[in-house]
């Protein structure tokens, strides 16, 4: 019974966190977020939208955002023309939780873990930034491309980060690097 201690402490750490920043984040989004009477999101998916464009003006583009009016989601215009979409799971908290899960299931010395969570959470964020912008223009310009890149090329940029933000974590940090 004693071998099975460690999975069943990280499968209790792991689920415990990630049930309990999903509830928070879930509240966040219902009380955030309006349906009625025209859309607007959550303010973290329009400030994802919002770097999204500062970051491709500052590159050149004549990039901006709205509000969609029609769903839940801000508009990217490419030099005023509709390319990409961004939408609550696009503003990368849901993987921002499983990351902040995995870390505390893993968990190593307290100030490790909080700079770890900080740190990993900000390059995440920063990544995804980045991803949407080069998806963005990657769709302006081989916009036959769309299902290639959007559901293959980009995920794998922000899970592939993530993945080896935890591969680093594990062999760097956490107490179950042994």
């Not at 009016?69 to 023309?81: A, C, D, G, P, Q």
């Not at 799971?89 to 995995?102: W, Y």
């Not at 100030?111 to 991803?131: D, E």
Request: charged residues 10%.
């Amino acid at each position: 019974m004693n071998k099975y201690k460690n999975i069943t402490l990280f499968l209790v750490k792991f689920f415990g966190t990630y049930f309990l920043l999903f509830a928070v984040y879930a509240y966040y989004l219902n009380s955030s977020q309006i349906k009625e009477n025209g859309f607007q999101c959550a303010s973290l998916t329009t400030q994802v939208a919002d770097h999204t464009v500062s970051f491709l003006n500052l590159l050149g583009y004549d990039v901006e955002g709205e509000q969609h009016t029609k769903e839940m989601s801000v508009k990217l215009l490419v030099s005023n023309r509709y390319v990409a979409r961004v939408i609550e799971g696009c503003n990368s908290m849901s993987i921002i939780i499983l990351f902040i899960a995995f870390i505390v299931a893993f968990a190593g010395p307290k100030k490790a873990t909080i700079v770890y969570v900080i740190a990993g959470s900000i390059i995440i964020y920063l990544i995804n930034i980045l991803r949407i912008a080069f998806l963005t223009m990657m769709l302006h310009k081989y916009p036959n491309q769309q299902m290639v890149l959007h559901n293959l090329v980009f995920p794998a940029i922000i899970y592939g980060t993530t993945f080896l933000l935890w591969v680093f974590w594990v062999q760097k940090f956490s107490h179950q690097k042994k």
